[in-house]
């Protein structure tokens, strides 16, 4: 071996220089996971709070301090940065290349996003408490009435878009021009497909959303009027610029999740993936639509008629690609040989958890049953089911399923299969009866309620609880596995496993594929 | 194109082009064309923020439609708002005059800026305004008076079902905003 055949550095300094991305990946999940737990903290707060009806625990004020928190930090925090830890841990070892085309900046996109949740969870200490407008920061709630301590808020979210935006641009960059000689773009593994899409997504909308948070900044401290009807801007406006990147959003944390499943599925059916290239065309042809139907979060804002068909019609359209994708799937499953190790049981709960999540996000685009759902906890269930049924589901079945290959060692499956059931049992129990409070009326973010949702609400609860705990059970089955977990010997790990990084020897030695490796006919994926 | 020799390098380039433009695609077409649209489209019940020029038009004396006036303090405001008459029957095509008053209860003086919004939204383009207070600030001394005028006529080519408009107008206090420069609406 040569001299560039070194390991990795030692101490503290490993982390803060590397360069090496699995060590970039490694510290991305690890601060997603960290920011899950946070984000988790705020939510058992919120369940405990509506346990009962009536004020018990916390000010309203803190209640919503800490849904604006919860929602921000769970998406920007816990699951956009865990799937660009996968990302980094799995592109270069699927393309054949030996780490990411640009090594510094991806050092540099991940060590400023600490300092950015720092800040916006310094504002919880700061006077006028942190901002409690909610993750989606309306103006005029985030301009006018705001707390002192939105300014924070504002470059935390300026901060955590440069490091999206690096991120994303260093993943194009890697996919496009280090793949191994012969890995062909139709011959990619459908993860990073979808996370090449998903780059792209994110390099069009981060800044759009910088730009929104720009102009908050200038309303509050430069008397600009973007924003503020006094002096001839429009509080509307904000609406339509923050969904522009929103909408986009959802699929950026939703389209990963879909190249995991697209992974999984095939190595525990023992069949390649039914309908690749189709996945390839729907994938891209959801990015394309996520542009196109910003406004249905907006349809009791006001908007003429022709703009609300548009945007009702347009959001159904995106059912046709998603409905291609779950029935390849199901497609891949029927008649494989099936076995149903943890990342299989997270990925068929995925499956059906994200289809129903599917189905009230097509009932909330049926314009005139909206003005019935918006803003009720009917909302709160929908996105819940795609963001955690979904992503974090999806982000769970990565984790086992890759954790052997990246640790060389495995976890406990009978914990990870008790891991699951109470995942599945706990995240139903909070959410589905949420879909009746809310067909019933009550609203979202707010720290009381009727009377008459009570049951429901305490059901919700004790299910949060459950859900809460079992993912401390998770953190200790990947602890238990990297610290005193079972020896991989099998460089495939899963029999049914396909692709480039099931090649390597498990763990995976720091330095992979410094020579490219020679790609089969047979596609990888 | 290429930005650079190296692909890589290249491709980073281009991309963060793609991102510094998107920023400014925010600034410079997403503002001023949600406001072109809203103007032209009479969206949100937003009126034109300039005088109307009349043109010579008959008077549709077949049809009256009621004309609502509401006059709505901001958060804050201490002014007193208020319409001369809060209803009028109008004919389309006929130029109606009325006046809203307005009072400065406090010892300071203030500026402040109306703004109007009609309902139903689709009324918006057929509801002219001649002169109307809300094209420019209103500024008041302590414990000042104003009788503000509004001008208005409302288009022959209403269509036939809307048969009562509402035009609102709220009062902010523009006082704290510091550019002198004059809202556009």
Not at chain 1, 63 to 88: C, E, R, W, Y
Not at chain 1, 468 to 492: H, M, P, R, T
Not at chain 2, 56 to 69: G, H, L, M, N, P
Not at chain 2, 103 to 117: E, G
């Amino acid at each position: 071996m040569g001299d560039h055949h070194h390991g990795p550095a030692k101490g503290l300094s490993r982390w803060l220089y590397t360069t090496n991305h699995k060590d970039i990946g490694t510290m991305y999940l690890w601060f997603s996971f960290a920011m899950f737990l946070l984000g988790g903290a705020f939510a058992m707060v919120i369940r405990a709070e509506l346990f009962q009806p009536g004020m018990q625990l916390v000010e309203p004020g803190f209640f919503n301090q800490m849904t604006t928190l919860h929602g921000l930090v769970m998406v920007f925090g816990a699951i956009m940065p865990s799937f660009v830890g996968l990302a980094n841990w799995l592109i270069p070892m699927m393309i054949g290349a030996p780490d990411m085309a640009l090594p510094r900046m991806n050092n540099w996109s991940f060590w400023i996003l600490p300092p950015a949740f720092l800040m916006l969870a310094s504002t919880l200490l700061m006077e006028g408490g942190a901002p409690a407008f909610g993750w989606t920061f309306y103006a005029p709630l985030s301009t006018t009435y705001a707390p002192p301590s939105v300014t924070f808020f504002i470059f935390a979210i300026h901060i955590l878009g440069v490091s999206s935006i690096m991120g994303s641009i260093n993943i194009i960059a890697t996919v496009m021009n280090m793949r191994a000689p012969g890995m062909t773009y139709m011959k990619m593994p459908l993860f990073v497909w979808t996370w090449l899409i998903t780059a792209f997504l994110l390099v069009a909308v981060m800044p759009v959303l910088a730009g929104a948070v720009t102009m908050m900044l200038m309303d509050i401290h430069f008397g600009t009027s973007f924003f503020s009807a006094a002096g001839g801007g429009d509080p509307v406006l904000f609406q339509h610029i923050f969904w522009f990147f929103g909408h986009p959003e959802v699929y950026i944390i939703i389209l990963p999740a879909f190249g995991v499943i697209s992974q999984i599925i095939p190595a525990f059916s023992r069949k390649p993936l039914f309908g690749y290239a189709s996945m390839v065309y729907a994938t891209a042809a959801i990015a394309f639509l996520s542009f196109i139907v910003w406004a249905h979060h907006m349809y009791t804002v006001g908007m003429p008629v022709a703009g609300e068909l548009f945007f009702m019609y347009a959001t159904m359209l995106i059912a046709v690609p998603t409905g291609v994708k779950v029935f390849n799937w199901v497609t891949t499953m029927w008649r494989g040989a099936m076995t149903f190790e943890t990342p299989m049981l997270f990925s068929i709960g995925f499956l059906v958890l994200f289809t129903i999540g599917g189905f009230t996000g097509l009932m909330l685009s049926i314009a005139p049953a909206d003005f019935q759902y918006h803003d009720t906890y009917f909302v709160v269930a929908h996105f819940h089911y795609v963001m955690v049924a979904g992503a974090v589901f999806s982000m769970t079945a990565a984790i086992y399923f890759w954790l052997p290959k990246w640790t060389g060692r495995m976890y406990n499956e009978t914990m990870g299969k008790v891991h699951f059931w109470v995942s599945f049992i706990g995240f139903n129990i909070t959410f589905f009866p949420q879909h009746f409070v809310g067909l019933a009326g009550m609203p979202r973010r707010i720290p009381d309620y009727a009377l008459q949702f009570a049951d429901f609400n305490m059901m919700s609860s004790i299910g949060a609880f459950i859900y809460g705990a079992s993912q401390l059970l998770f953190l200790y089955n990947v602890i238990a596995a990297i610290v005193a977990g079972e020896k991989v010997s099998d460089e495939k790990v899963w029999d049914g496993a396909e692709g480039l990084e099931w090649t390597l020897p498990s763990p995976p030695p720091y330095h992979t594929f410094e020579t490219p490796p020679k790609i089969e006919e047979q596609p990888a994926h | 194109m290429r930005l650079s020799q190296d692909p890589a390098i290249d491709t980073v380039a281009k991309l963060g082009t793609v991102s510094v433009a998107m920023f400014a695609f925010v600034f410079v077409v997403m503002v001023p064309l949600y406001n072109v649209l809203c103007d032209a489209l009479g969206i949100n019940g937003k009126t034109s923020s300039e005088a109307y020029i009349s043109l010579f038009a008959e008077v549709d004396e077949t049809r009256s439609i009621k004309v609502q006036f509401i006059a709505t303090n901001n958060d804050g405001m201490p002014w007193a708002f208020s319409p001369q008459v809060t209803e009028m029957l109008v004919h389309p095509g006929a130029a109606n005059d009325t006046v809203f008053f307005a009072a400065n209860p406090t010892i300071n003086a203030m500026v402040a800026q109306a703004i109007p919004s009609v309902s139903p939204s689709r009324a918006a383009e057929y509801f002219h305004k001649t002169e109307c207070f809300c094209f420019e600030q209103q500024p008041l001394d302590g414990n000042g008076e104003a009788e503000m005028p509004l001008q208005f006529i409302v288009d022959q080519e209403l269509p036939a079902d809307i048969k009562t408009i509402t035009l609102s107008y709220t009062l902010f206090d523009v006082t704290s905003l510091m550019s002198g420069k004059v809202a556009s609406r």
